[in-house]
């Protein structure tokens, strides 16, 4: 019996799967359920949101490729690091090196290390939260594990040049408003000379 009719409809179906679409939309249903779909549900409760895959970009600006572009929807990575830890040193070079894209946020200042404490992360550092997984300690094994778990390739995929990784502080400072206005004192206004007075007392 010829095989070549059931290599025809595997490569068909081969081709099938990988023109299907991309999920453009994630919806959350009312028990907190998160699905990605191209064809999202009108009914219910649920709400909607389109991911516009094609034109997803990162805090840079930058686009992302097609292979890092649902993982990076789905599962957004987080550095938390500080100066002079050469953990964080580790954990920051390894994600480069894979070509993740992540958001690097340093714990420098008091009003840093307070939003920290707030986020309930622990107080050590790096920290690397992979959508709400959080993975303290700098582990190559572990951290590989969970970004495989997430999607993420295994080699980089980002392009040459790529600049999506400048640190941020923790504690955003808001920008400084635009300098006060140091207005001079009012010179109170001359007083008319006074008016001799007529013999009945009466000024004009």
């Known amino acids: 019996m010829s095989r070549r009719p059931a290599a025809a409809l595997f490569a068909l179906s081969a081709l099938m799967v990988s023109t299907a679409p991309q999920a453009q939309y994630k919806v959350v249903e009312p028990d907190g359920r998160v ?7 009108l009914a219910g409760a649920a709400r909607v949101a389109p991911l516009s895959l094609p034109t997803d970009v990162v805090a840079s600006g930058e686009a992302l490729p097609a292979a890092l572009q649902q993982p990076a929807a789905r599962f ?3 550095l938390y690091t ?9 954990g920051r070079n390894y994600l480069r090196r894979r ?6 946020k340093t714990v420098t200042t008091l009003a840093d290390s307070k939003a920290f404490q707030s986020l309930n992360l622990g107080t050590e550092v790096p920290v690397l939260r992979i959508g709400q997984q959080v993975l303290r300690n700098f582990s190559e094994t572990t951290w590989a594990n969970d970004l495989d778990l997430a999607g993420y390739p295994a080699t980089s995929r980002l392009p040459n040049g790529y600049r999506g990784w400048e640190p941020m502080p923790l504690a955003m400072v808001p920008p400084p408003g635009p300098p006060a206005v140091v207005r001079a004192p ?6 008319p000379p006074a008016l001799e007075a007529t013999p009945n007392g009466i000024r004009f």
Request: charged share 15%; hydrophobic share 30%.
């Open 35 to 41: 699905t990605y779909t191209d064809r999202p549900s």
């Open 76 to 78: 957004p990575v987080t």
């Open 82 to 90: 500080m100066p002079t830890c050469a953990p964080c040193d580790n």
């Open 99 to 104: 070509g993740v894209p992540f958001a690097e």
């Open 186 to 191: 009012e010179t109170p206004a001359a007083l």
